[in-house]
């Protein structure tokens, strides 16, 4: 069992290097032609440091000057010509306004022979914004707040809370106009629509007014009557001044956990990089699937790993700590509890799962038992959202601290 958790960190630590995004970044800007333009840097997101410095490395001198806006803790210090600001993430706070007013101003006046950089990572949403008149930073918050508990997952949290915003939905990209906008997409959102990444500030909006109103009666949110007007506006449908590169995607997070796997002697499955359902509900299923597997039972075939991709939900019923990723491998312990030689764990590639230091959860066939015998029980603990405690309880937690790169989250389970 030793062994089978030293694969597993070494597994996560791979594929997080796999899915860094300097060489991406690199790659994409060999392929763009900026034509003598001065280029100017708007970075967002949990990755956006990490895009920054391959940027500044790769054009030098071409740089003007750039505004890098990244969740605390996540700046690894500074880049020449640039203005670093960190925010806050899942909530945003008042750095986040006034650290989206500096990206603004540094936009709102270039002329046609100006590029924008814009390097778009996950957590952009709540890390740039700039809220519509009438609308201030305590209602975006308690909108989120209420998403979030709701259990919304992100595409339908974005598609609400960018037409409240300024910058959301095609809306930089129109106050960078005349200027060109170069934009660099890591991506953390299932089938890597554009208008979801970060809410889509440099792309075409493809949901609708409607769209939106039927997300607030779905989760049955409490709106005032302005926010609801706003709600009934449409978004921009086109946008002519963007260019746009996908660099990196929860698909080649699966794809590094099954090269990372194969490596090591271990057949990969990867069985979907589409996950999107309740967390506790993927748990049960990827803990199933490996008790099946080491009952003979499955089509896989040990040694093996079965992957999956994406991003579940968790519905905030308790008052306890944890993430989606912690709550995953929480359930997934009850399906594997007592067979030896089958590790499960759960991954966010950004290194930061829910509002904790945690990346994510690693269990065992003992979990269950390590648990019971620190009179804890799995049920109670999920009842209560405490996943984090109820991990570090028996030494399950992944810490990794902030990763510099953010393309979604994966699981694996390993049977030998």
Same mark, same amino acid.
């Given at each position: 069992?030793?062994?089978?958790?030293?694969?597993?960190?070494?597994?996560?630590?791979?594929?997080?290097?796999?899915?860094?995004?300097?060489?991406?970044?690199?790659?994409?800007l060999?392929? @763009?032609?900026?034509?003598?333009?001065?280029? @100017?840097?708007?970075?967002?997101?949990?990755?956006?440091?990490t895009?920054?410095?391959?940027? =500044?490395? +790769?054009?030098g001198?071409k740089?003007?000057?750039?505004?890098?806006?990244?969740?605390?803790?996540?700046?690894?210090?500074?880049?020449?010509?640039?203005a670093?600001?960190?925010?806050?993430?899942?909530i945003?706070?008042?750095?986040?306004?006034?650290?989206?007013? &500096?990206?603004?101003?540094?936009?709102?006046?270039l002329?046609?022979?100006?590029?924008?950089?814009?390097?778009?990572?996950?957590?952009?949403?709540?890390?740039?914004?700039s809220p519509?008149?009438g609308?201030?930073?305590?209602?975006?918050?308690?909108?989120?707040?209420?998403?979030? &508990?709701?259990?919304?997952?992100?595409?339908?949290?974005?598609?609400?809370?960018?037409?409240?915003?300024?910058?959301k939905?095609?809306?930089?990209?129109?106050?960078?106009?005349?200027?060109?906008?170069f934009?660099?997409?890591?991506?953390?959102?299932?089938?890597?629509?554009?208008?979801?990444?970060?809410?889509?500030?440099?792309?075409?909006?493809q949901?609708?007014?409607?769209?939106?109103?039927?997300?607030?009666?779905?989760?049955?949110?409490?709106?005032?009557?302005?926010?609801?007007?706003? $709600?009934?506006?449409?978004?921009?449908?086109?946008?002519?001044?963007?260019?746009?590169?996908?660099?990196?995607?929860?698909?080649?997070?699966?794809?590094s956990?099954?090269?990372?796997?194969?490596?090591?002697?271990?057949t990969?499955?990867?069985?979907?990089?589409?996950?999107?359902?309740?967390a506790?509900?993927?748990?049960?299923?990827?803990?199933?699937?490996?008790?099946d597997t080491?009952?003979?039972l =499955?089509? +896989?075939?040990?040694?093996?790993?079965?992957?999956?991709?994406?991003?579940?939900?968790?519905?905030?019923?308790?008052?306890?700590?944890?993430?989606?990723?912690?709550? $995953?491998?929480? =359930?997934? &312990?009850?399906?594997? =509890?007592?067979?030896?030689?089958?590790?499960?764990?759960?991954?966010?590639?950004?290194?930061?799962?829910?509002?904790?230091?945690?990346?994510?959860?690693?269990?065992?066939?003992?979990?269950?038992?390590?648990?019971?015998?620190?009179?804890?029980?799995?049920?109670?603990?999920l009842?209560?959202?405490?996943?984090?405690?109820?991990?570090?309880?028996?030494?399950?937690?992944?810490?990794?601290?902030?990763t510099?790169?953010?393309?979604?989250?994966?699981?694996?389970?390993?049977?030998?």
């Amino acid at each position: 069992m030793t062994n089978l958790h030293e694969i597993a960190k070494q597994m996560i630590t791979q594929i997080i290097s796999d899915n860094m995004p300097y060489k991406s970044v690199e790659n994409a800007l060999k392929n @763009y032609d900026f034509q003598g333009r001065k280029i @100017y840097i708007v970075a967002i997101g949990k990755a956006a440091w990490t895009m920054t410095k391959a940027a =500044s490395d +790769f054009l030098g001198d071409k740089i003007e000057k750039g505004i890098v806006i990244t969740k605390y803790g996540h700046s690894q210090g500074e880049i020449t010509r640039m203005a670093i600001y960190e925010a806050g993430h899942p909530i945003l706070d008042e750095n986040t306004i006034s650290a989206t007013e &500096a990206a603004l101003t540094l936009v709102e006046n270039l002329g046609e022979g100006d590029t924008v950089l814009f390097l778009v990572s996950g957590g952009g949403s709540a890390l740039f914004e700039s809220p519509q008149e009438g609308v201030n930073l305590a209602d975006l918050a308690n909108l989120t707040n209420n998403l979030l &508990a709701s259990g919304a997952d992100i595409t339908e949290i974005n598609m609400v809370r960018k037409r409240l915003s300024k910058v959301k939905a095609g809306r930089f990209a129109q106050t960078c106009s005349p200027a060109n906008v170069f934009a660099i997409v890591l991506s953390d959102v299932l089938g890597d629509r554009l208008d979801s990444i970060a809410s889509g500030p440099a792309a075409p909006d493809q949901s609708t007014s409607a769209d939106a109103l039927r997300i607030v009666e779905k989760y049955n949110l409490k709106l005032s009557h302005y926010q609801l007007k706003l $709600l009934r506006q449409e978004t921009p449908k086109s946008i002519d001044n963007v260019k746009t590169e996908i660099t990196g995607s929860v698909r080649s997070l699966c794809e590094s956990a099954a090269a990372c796997a194969k490596s090591m002697g271990f057949t990969p499955y990867i069985l979907t990089a589409s996950l999107n359902c309740e967390a506790a509900e993927a748990g049960r299923f990827l803990g199933a699937i490996a008790r099946d597997t080491q009952k003979g039972l =499955s089509h +896989f075939r040990k040694p093996c790993a079965i992957i999956l991709g994406g991003e579940t939900v968790v519905h905030i019923k308790g008052n306890g700590k944890g993430g989606r990723n912690q709550e $995953l491998a929480l =359930s997934a &312990a009850m399906g594997i =509890s007592g067979f030896e030689n089958t590790v499960i764990f759960s991954l966010g590639s950004d290194g930061t799962d829910g509002p904790t230091d945690a990346a994510g959860g690693l269990v065992d066939g003992n979990t269950v038992s390590k648990l019971t015998s620190k009179g804890l029980s799995i049920d109670q603990i999920l009842a209560n959202n405490d996943s984090y405690n109820g991990l570090k309880a028996v030494d399950g937690l992944i810490i990794t601290g902030p990763t510099g790169t953010n393309v979604n989250d994966v699981m694996v389970a390993l049977c030998l």
